[in-house]
């Protein structure tokens, strides 16, 4: 995202400053507090100006001199996007040294070397990051990908400009012509193509610059047509566009999420509703809808939308790894967003952009009234201002302590059970380790270490074994685990938290000749109901999954059936249910599978999937202590067991529901992120593997208490 305008357009269209502000405001307060869920589309909205003005500046240079410089423009961008964007990258690799871990500190480094060079949406698409979910730690840098669109775009644009004008020139027609229809052509193409990706790959999609020039085209096709809009008379059609424009971006923030297909098609929303209000403001005086748009407030955060869009994300970022989650936690991160920005943007920004910072020689000495950037007063202003802003972020990592749940005494209290229960010894051992490490000040040496959590820390079916989608008969032989030569079978179906206890059950019935079939499939419960994936499209390989799964169960007729099923999949049922409707509806399809599955097993297990707690790579740092990463069992967890408890009585005979979450929290409710020596999780929901082997004992006197 960048601000391209000279001051001069800036000051002409004040609209203009406006949007900015709505578009900043949106992406801020939608990263900050999780509303409005579309607020992310702000971006669009300034990839829109960006076109916008950009090219409207090289076609009045063009007007004026009859000629583009590409040096001018170049120097140009450089100062309004260099200083701002490296003092960023700089301060967020400084404080990453002083916060996080060796690893996540080398990992910010690597982020903010593609981010220099703007390639960070193709790092980030290359790593397969997912802008909405991300698989671990998110990147502070991971909101410079915007920049990167937008100065791949410009290394081209320009050039297709000047061709343009050059084109019109020699076969003597209007210079809008000939750019105008190249702008079409771009739009046009580039919005097919994000229709297209955003479809097949909605990660990398995100990211493209292909999938997202159209929005900065659609602009550069205004600012071409804007002579002829100029020339228009005034009347009510402009203010109805504009009061149609400004409800469509607004209203398209509120109204979409994540799970919107984006770029393609709805980032159209937002970036129609903006190209109408600019449009409509175009050879007006004032513009339309000009008290909201032009009032101070605006203007001032218009101005400072740049630097305060590099800013926020890494303080979001930080924040979260030394406070905990809330609105607390929300608010501090815009004010101080909001204190950086003021104070870059006047001591940096604003002073690059006024100098005659990269100018030749000769120009320098004739624009004398100019101040070179980093002038004398405006160095030593600057110098001090950053100095002292280092010295209070450094102090304020070394000495502050990461906000740690508020643990009662009961929550690390007597780990026996309750009066008129009882404890299986492995259980015991399990709770007396959750009170250990619910009670531990520091962090014991942990294997895995924290800095070393990653995708090769999920259970081996995953992370090496390539079993986490067992869809074929073919993927079946190959994913066996236990005694291979067993007499008796255990099928495991679910999704990737079912993968996750592979190990442990593996363990648990190896030694007494069980074979351990996986036919699981990631994101895919073992419940009967109809399931989203990630992006919000409807996960279609779930459904003959479903019915593939309970024809291997006939076919095999296992001994023992194992289910399992993570707790959020709640959250994504296609029927966009929520509340008591999510809960019957998730009821019903667990009961529908258990009678499926009973009809060809005796023993029907539903395992209960782990707690989700922190992600140990985020809340774990150089300050922080074992209670910092301590978390609460949600409300979903208690409300999916006793779900799967009625289905369980709804199925009759042959099931049986196994509750887990004292293998993992306190009876309070309060999960640690390691027993013993060993974390937990390698990431919010998903076991490591080595703690999935560490309840090999749990799980042997859970899934076989006779023989046990």
């Known amino acids: 995202m960048s601000h391209a305008a000279a001051p001069e357009v800036a000051t002409r269209r004040k609209d203009i400053t406006g949007l900015r502000a709505i578009a900043v405001l949106l992406v801020v307060v939608d990263h900050a507090f999780g509303r409005p869920t579309g607020g992310y589309l702000g971006v669009d909205i300034f990839f829109l100006l960006s076109g916008f003005l950009i090219t409207g500046i090289m076609l009045r240079e063009h007007a004026t001199t009859g000629r583009i410089s590409f040096g001018d423009f170049y120097r140009r961008r450089a100062r309004r996007i260099l ?366 270490k924290v800095d070393s959590l990653g995708p090769d820390s999920l259970a081996a079916p995953w992370a090496t074994d390539d079993c986490l989608d067992v869809t074929t008969t073919v993927d079946a032989d190959r994913c066996q685990y236990g005694d291979l030569t067993g007499k008796r079978t255990a099928v495991v179906i679910g999704d990737s938290v079912a993968t996750s206890y592979v190990p442990g059950i593996a363990d648990a019935l190896k030694p007494a000749g069980w074979l351990v079939q996986p036919l699981t499939l990631q994101a895919c419960p073992a419940a009967a109901v109809a399931i989203n994936d990630f992006s919000g499209a409807r996960w279609k390989p779930c459904d003959p999954h479903h019915a593939r799964v309970l024809d291997e169960v006939e076919r095999i007729k296992p001994d023992l059936v194992i289910v399992a099923s993570a707790e959020d999949s709640i959250a994504r049922l296609t029927s966009d249910a929520t509340g008591t409707k999510a809960l019957d509806e998730w009821q019903t399809g667990m009961t529908t599978t258990l009678k499926a599955l009973t009809a060809a097993s005796d023993d029907v297990v539903v395992l209960g999937a782990p707690p989700a707690g922190l992600d140990l790579r985020t809340c774990a740092t150089a300050r922080s202590t074992p209670a910092s990463c301590v978390s609460q069992i949600h409300d979903t967890w208690w409300n999916i067991k006793e779900a799967d408890e009625a289905a369980v009585k709804e199925a009759g005979g042959g099931a049986r529901y196994v509750d887990v979450h004292s293998w993992f929290c306190s009876s309070s409710g309060y999960c640690p992120a390691f027993e013993g020596s060993t974390p937990v999780r390698a990431d919010p929901n998903h076991l490591t593997d080595a703690f999935s082997h560490q309840l090999a004992d749990v799980l042997r006197e859970s899934l076989t208490p006779d023989a046990a």
């Open 83 to 448: 200083p701002a964007a490296v003092l960023v990258i700089a301060a967020t690799v400084a404080v990453a040294q002083v916060l996080f871990l060796a690893n996540r500190a080398r990992q910010v480094e690597i982020d903010g070397f593609w981010s220099l060079v703007f390639l960070a949406n193709w790092h980030f698409a290359a790593e397969g990051t997912d802008y909405f979910a991300a698989g671990g730690p998110v990147s502070p840098f991971q909101h410079y990908w915007s920049l990167g669109v937008e100065e791949q775009f410009y290394v081209v644009w320009p050039l297709l400009v000047v061709g343009c004008l050059l084109l019109a020139a020699r076969l003597h027609r209007r210079r809008g012509l000939v750019l105008g229809a190249v702008a079409v052509l771009v739009t046009a193409g580039s919005f097919a193509w994000a229709l297209d990706r955003t479809a097949a790959e909605p990660s990398v999609a995100y990211f493209s610059t292909f999938t997202r020039g159209w929005e900065l085209a659609l602009g550069a096709l205004i600012a071409v047509v804007a002579g002829g809009v100029g020339r228009l008379p005034d009347g009510w059609w402009r203010a109805a566009l504009a009061v149609v424009g400004l409800v469509a971006l607004v209203g398209g923030a509120f109204w979409l999420t994540p799970r919107s297909a984006v770029p393609g098609p709805w980032s159209a929303l937002p970036v129609l509703g903006a190209a109408a209000v600019v449009v409509a403001g175009i050879g007006v005086r004032p513009p339309r809808l000009g008290g909201l748009l032009s009032n101070p407030v605006a203007q001032y955060v218009g101005l400072i939308s740049f630097s305060l869009y590099l800013w926020h994300w890494p303080v979001i970022v930080y924040l979260e790894s030394v406070m905990a989650p809330g609105s607390v936690r929300a608010l501090t991160a815009v004010l101080i967003s909001l204190a950086l920005s003021v104070l870059s943007f006047h001591l940096v920004e604003d002073p690059a952009r006024r100098s005659s910072w990269l100018e030749p020689r000769r120009r320098r000495r004739e624009r004398s009234g100019r101040e070179p950037f980093l002038g004398p007063t405006a160095a030593r202003a600057c110098l001090g201002a950053l100095v002292g802003l280092a010295m209070l972020t450094a102090g304020f990592a070394v000495t502050h302590t990461p906000t740690a749940v508020a643990l009662p005494p009961s929550a690390v209290g007597d780990p026996e059970p309750s009066p008129g229960a009882t404890r299986s010894t492995a259980e015991a051992e399990l709770a007396t380790a959750v009170t250990a490490a619910l009670k531990a000040t520091t962090w014991p040496d942990l294997t895995p």
